[in-house]
């Protein structure tokens, strides 16, 4: 997957380019808006990551002169301006979808993830990692053959990690995918970590391989090399 | 200056009706003084018809003339002025004095002219000059003649010419000096004008608390200074609330910032395991995340004060929103062992932005949750209060000292830093308060510090929709 990242800053661009190769995405950086104009004029990206703040010309206006020529590729916005109004201009200029700075980089990864797949619907009713099963349907949770008693947002949020195994979920996408809110805030954070708490002694006390981790200060993984 | 404009035009304003006064005075005075003066000539028109009859006589040649010797004994000099004419009943002019010479007072008679005893009128002679007439029939000598006196107008005129003229040439001195007199008037009222404008002119954001000198705070000057040194007090208020956030906010992200310094150079300073180095990083983005967190809030809060956020305002029933509260914040209750008591007393609804309201509830309600020792409780009521929809949440934390009451929705402020041992800026319920405001709503607290506190928030109450 060919990922164009639109950034001025040489340490932003450096951190998105290492951060998406390893994810493995090849990845070319443009640092004006010229040159992202050019770039997406002359190869093909599946995907281009654009800062709305770029000096020249903005994010906005490359993106309405591409959308203008009719190039369809998928645009994440990326931008540190995050008023309702700012979001429906980046939306209705052609973004795709749009990311507040400073973001979490999981969270970067599941809406390129989301961007890249858009129209695939995802319908997997049975997951499983190790010898954790769920079925989703029947709403059931066994782990190494026994069922865990789970409250229905416990069921959730281990759905939500189940679905992307091996990837770390921050807090901000917990807040909005599972518990459906609108913005973080304390309180909030506080609940989250509460309920993982408690998933996790259910999940894993009686076990000797611990699926469900906690990536300090980014967020939480369920898999397989959890430690 | 502006204050000499005002001056120059307060004079103006006095000296312009004070003229205005004057002319109609020197007018009316005028009036008077020549009807006065026309009554007084007429008058001696008339006894001097009277001497003048005494003296008339019938020559030899049948002509009429006047004894001359009698002039000497007149006490009127204006005798001398006299214009003297007889005439026939036929208009014959039978006598015309020296001073009238070939000239006539008027006409031939008039019909009925001096019939009655006399008759005075004005009258223009042959050579076009006003005079003021007065005649009379007489028999002389056994025949009818008519006898005009008449006296130039121009006499009166002439008098009243030289009145006016001396008046009119006081009237710019005496105007000269009432506007001399009103503009310093002027000046020592409008004094402490300036006075209060160059002591307003060194108050600056360094010396807000200086106020302005009130002589008399019952006069519109002294209201004046009173409405601008409250202006003052208000602005100096929210001057020093901006200073005090400032600074509270500069300090509250230096926290994590040297937290972030610290523990990176820490780490940078030994080898360590990739553990390590992976704990020293998730340290630090724990800070960040502090930080971000606080941004995001600062941002909120700096938003509201410019009013940039619309609000969707609704009617919905206050008690669900207190619910999803209570559930959303459920597991951080089961976790304190908090037995929680949601009471509905009657069925209320709000007009507000359910989102945001939502979010002051949350706050508020995680603050007595936070405060709260383990296994102690929580109350919450929703009730109707006049047309207030009211939720009053008790705690039974350590409660709040009254002198901190009126300050914990200040932003960053902490009753008891070292015993709250949160992380988390002290944004929430400044939050909340904003939210609640902003929803044309009230906050506030009831405290006495060791018996718990309730924070109990005001709405406008609405009808419920039927369906709700």
Known sequence: MRVLVVEDEDKMAEALRHGLETDHYSVSVAHTGEEAFYLVSTETYDLVILDWLLPGRDGIEVLTRLRQRGVSVPVLLVTARDATEDRVRGLDAGADDYLVKPFAFPELLARIRALLRRGVAETSDRLTVADLEMDVAAHKVKRAGKELALTAREFDLLEYLLRQPGRVVSREMLARDVWKENARYTPLDNVIDVHVARLRRKLDDHCEKKLLRTVRGVGFVLGEDAA | ?468
């Open chain 2, 1 to 468: 200056m502006i204050l000499r404009g005002v001056r120059a035009r307060l004079t103006l304003w006095y000296v312009a009706p004070l003229a205005g006064v004057i002319a109609l005075y020197l007018t009316v005075v005028s009036a008077l003084a020549f009807w006065q003066m026309n009554r007084v000539l007429t008058h001696l028109a008339k006894e001097d018809l009277e001497t003048v009859k005494g003296l008339l006589y019938f020559r030899a040649d049948g002509r009429v003339d006047l004894h001359q010797e009698y002039h000497h004994h007149t006490e009127w000099r204006q005798a001398q002025e006299r214009l003297l004419e007889v005439l026939g009943p036929d208009g014959r002019i039978l006598y015309r004095n020296e001073r009238l010479g070939a000239r006539t007072i008027d006409g031939p008679p008039m019909p009925g002219e001096g019939d009655r005893v006399y008759s005075e009128r004005s009258a223009q002679m042959s050579d076009g000059s006003a005079v003021l007439l007065v005649s009379s029939r007489y028999e002389l000598q056994g025949a009818p003649v008519l006898i005009r006196v008449a006296y130039s107008e121009d006499l009166i005129w002439r008098r009243l010419r030289e009145t006016l003229a001396i008046l009119l040439l006081a009237l710019p001195f005496a105007l000269a000096a009432i506007a001399f007199i009103g503009y310093k008037m002027a000046a020592r009222a409008l004094d402490p004008v300036e006075q209060m404008a160059r002591r307003a002119q060194q108050i600056n954001s360094e010396n807000l608390d200086e106020r302005l000198p009130v002589e008399n705070p019952d006069d519109e000057l002294g209201h004046l200074a009173i409405e601008f040194n409250a202006t003052l007090g208000r602005i100096g208020q929210s001057f020093e609330q901006l200073r005090r956030f400032t600074s509270d906010a500069s300090h509250e992200l230096r926290t994590p910032l040297a937290a972030i310094r610290s523990i990176g150079e820490v780490g940078l300073q030994q080898d360590a395991s990739p553990e390590a180095y992976r704990d020293t990083i998730g340290s630090m983005l724990e800070e960040v995340n502090r930080l971000t967190g606080l941004v995001d809030n600062l941002l909120t809060l700096s938003r509201a004060d410019a009013g940039h956020i619309a609000l969707q305002p609704s009617v919905f029933p206050v008690m669900p929103l207190l619910r999803e509260a209570a559930s959303l914040l459920e597991v951080l209750i089961e976790d304190k062992s908090l037995r929680v008591e949601l009471v509905e007393e009657e069925e209320v609804c709000a007009l507000a932005d359910r989102l945001y309201l939502r979010q002051a509830v949350v706050n508020v309600l995680h603050n007595a949750v936070k405060f709260t020792p383990v296994g102690g409780a929580i109350s919450a009521r929703v009730y109707r209060e006049a047309n207030w929809a009211v939720l009053a949440i008790r705690d039974s934390g350590p409660g709040i000292p009254p002198q901190h009451a009126s300050r914990v929705f200040e932003r960053f402020y902490r009753v008891d830093e070292a015993r709250s041992g949160e992380k988390a800026a002290g944004l929430g319920l400044s939050i909340a308060q904003w939210a609640v405001r902003a929803n044309k709503g009230e906050i506030g607290l009831i405290s006495a510090a060791g018996d718990g506190c309730t924070f109990w928030i005001r709405l406008p109450a609405a009808r419920c929709r039927a369906a709700a």
